[in-house]
């Protein structure tokens, strides 16, 4: 009987502390949901906004907030994108880039054409150029009878994502896509040149030099350098709908002015580069051409991109449009056999259908999340930050996020200087007017929470409102 009592005893303490757990849960969401109302009743009076808080164990809802509204994603709409091409092409899938010849090679001269084919790898670098001139050196070859010609035919022939306006055009964000494209450096600002201005004696014109060098973007020259002191009014562009970059304005001696700007076409940009390459390594300048690789070529070098995983983490940290953009048409080429936007977000739809997202509360009409038109609801892109964590490759995902007040990230568009002191890693989000922040974060219980957080029509910054309520989430619960 003592027995008994003993069991009933421990059986009704297990219960009261069951409940008083329970208790405590409920009212730490009660007390976080009162104060984040508060925050949103204190600052955003005007604009339209869209909030959900998940259980990261379970997915419940805490807390809702026009949960259901569909807001601009702006670079949250990344984390779609992300997940699509690690379930689809694979943490592991790589990007290839061949080179081929047409002809037969007689002493040191090849009877025939040289062509690079692009494969739609967003990581594309002059040095893996430089590797394939490398190998055409090493066969023997100084002087080609043919053209250098370009196969960009892997993804069509659509170059600008829907909703650039032409006035963003030669800005680096805003770069046209091809199947064969190249970055100046390892920032992967995609199908850009950087633009230096130097210059150190008075009443003269200043330098302008293209890194990396190519021949066919000309440049309009209109610089003065004037003295020391004096107000520097560089300006650089490019025309709208050519590659001509005009430089103006008066730059102080000893000075430099660098930016980078996008080409206008992209495949020829980077054939024009590998022509450079090839004249180093001393072999004859050859005309530029675009086509097709034909049947009976000989394949004399492939360049392999890292595995997408990685790749993937800057896509995320450094949040590159352009990169967005070409794995939304490689998913469209790999799945559905066609390099377009329209098949990538075809195909992107699909994966969001079958993974359990309610696609109605998705429209995007491009890769990279800087179209206008776009819109999610935060119920449902915490929904997918949920999903993701059954998923194989979900640390490399949740890797490639931006962390907290961490430091020796990489430079871009990172939390470093946001939260500190709070574990967040989460994507942020901005085109004019939204703002936008959808993660994971800690709270005090040790606990880790879901969040996305959408505004829209702002008219001053919403980042620090954005921030207290993410502080109020790890707070209280």
């Known amino acids: 009987m003592k027995k008994k009592k003993i069991v009933f005893m421990i059986l009704f303490m297990l219960c009261c502390l069951q409940m008083t757990v329970v208790e405590k849960a409920w009212a730490s969401e009660q007390t976080m949901a009162t104060k984040v109302n508060h925050i949103i009743a204190n600052n955003w009076k005007t604009n339209e906004y869209s909030i959900t808080v998940r259980e990261m164990g379970s997915g419940n809802v805490l807390y809702n907030k026009n949960g259901e509204k569909m807001i601009r994603p702006a670079s949250t709409h990344k984390l779609l994108v992300s997940a699509a091409a690690l379930d689809l092409l694979g943490p592991d899938y790589r990007f290839v880039t061949k080179a081929?010849?047409?002809?037969?090679?007689?002493?040191?001269?090849?009877?025939?054409?040289?062509?690079?084919?692009?494969?739609?790898?967003?990581?594309?670098?002059?040095?893996?150029?430089?590797?394939?001139?490398?190998?055409?050196?090493?066969?023997?070859?100084?002087?080609?009878?043919?053209?250098?010609?370009?196969?960009?035919?892997?993804?069509?022939?659509?170059?600008?994502?829907?909703?650039?306006?032409?006035?963003?055009?030669?800005?680096?964000?805003?770069?046209?896509?091809?199947?064969?494209?190249?970055?100046?450096?390892?920032?992967?600002?995609?199908?850009?040149?950087?633009?230096?201005?130097?210059?150190?004696?008075?009443?003269?014109?200043?330098?302008?030099?293209?890194?990396?060098?190519?021949?066919?973007?000309?440049?309009?020259?209109?610089?003065?350098?004037?003295?020391?002191?004096?107000?520097?009014?560089?300006?650089?562009?490019?025309?709208?709908?050519?590659?001509?970059?005009?430089?103006?304005?008066?730059?102080?001696?000893?000075?430099?002015?660098?930016?980078?700007?996008?080409?206008?076409?992209?495949?020829?940009?980077?054939?024009?580069?590998?022509?450079?390459?090839?004249?180093?390594?001393?072999?004859?300048?050859?005309?530029?051409?675009?086509?097709?690789?034909?049947?009976?070529?000989?394949?004399?070098?492939?360049?392999?991109?890292?595995?997408?995983?990685?790749?993937?983490?800057?896509?995320?940290?450094?949040?590159?449009?352009?990169?967005?953009?070409?794995?939304?048409?490689?998913?469209?080429?790999?799945?559905?056999?066609?390099?377009s936007w329209a098949a990538g977000i075809q195909a992107i739809r699909a994966y969001g259908f079958d993974s359990g997202l309610n696609m109605d509360q998705w429209y995007f009409e491009d890769g990279s999340g800087l179209n206008s038109q776009n819109r999610v609801s935060s119920m449902q892109e915490s929904l997918l930050l949920y999903k993701v964590r059954s998923k194989s490759w979900y640390f490399s995902y949740l890797d490639g996020l931006p962390h907290a007040g961490r430091k020796g990230q990489l430079v871009g568009a990172t939390l470093e200087n946001r939260l500190k002191g709070y574990s967040v890693s989460a994507k942020t989000g901005y085109i004019s007017g939204t703002y936008a922040l959808s993660g994971y974060v800690q709270g005090k219980s040790g606990k880790w929470y879901i969040f996305s957080i959408l505004t829209q029509a702002n008219k001053t910054s919403a980042i620090a409102t954005i921030d207290e309520i993410v502080k109020q989430i790890a707070n209280e619960m």
């Open 100 to 339: 081929y010849i047409d002809g037969p090679i007689e002493g040191d001269v090849l009877h025939g054409n040289v062509y690079l084919q692009g494969g739609g790898d967003p990581t594309l670098l002059p040095v893996h150029l430089d590797s394939f001139a490398n190998g055409l050196k090493k066969m023997g070859i100084r002087k080609i009878t043919g053209s250098l010609i370009a196969d960009d035919t892997w993804f069509d022939d659509d170059r600008l994502s829907k909703g650039i306006v032409p006035q963003d055009e030669p800005l680096s964000y805003a770069s046209r896509i091809s199947a064969l494209t190249i970055s100046p450096n390892n920032q992967y600002d995609i199908a850009t040149v950087q633009v230096k201005v130097t210059g150190s004696k008075v009443g003269v014109a200043a330098s302008v030099q293209l890194a990396p060098y190519a021949s066919t973007i000309p440049i309009v020259n209109q610089t003065k350098i004037v003295k020391i002191g004096s107000k520097n009014t560089v300006n650089i562009t490019r025309e709208y709908g050519t590659d001509r970059i005009v430089v103006t304005g008066n730059l102080p001696a000893g000075t430099e002015k660098s930016t980078y700007v996008t080409v206008y076409n992209p495949t020829l940009y980077t054939l024009d580069i590998f022509r450079e390459k090839l004249m180093a390594k001393d072999i004859q300048k050859m005309p530029l051409e675009v086509g097709q690789v034909p049947e009976n070529a000989q394949r004399v070098g492939v360049s392999y991109s890292t595995p997408l995983k990685d790749i993937n983490f800057r896509f995320l940290k450094l949040s590159i449009n352009g990169m967005g953009e070409m794995l939304t048409k490689q998913i469209g080429r790999e799945v559905l056999s066609e390099g």
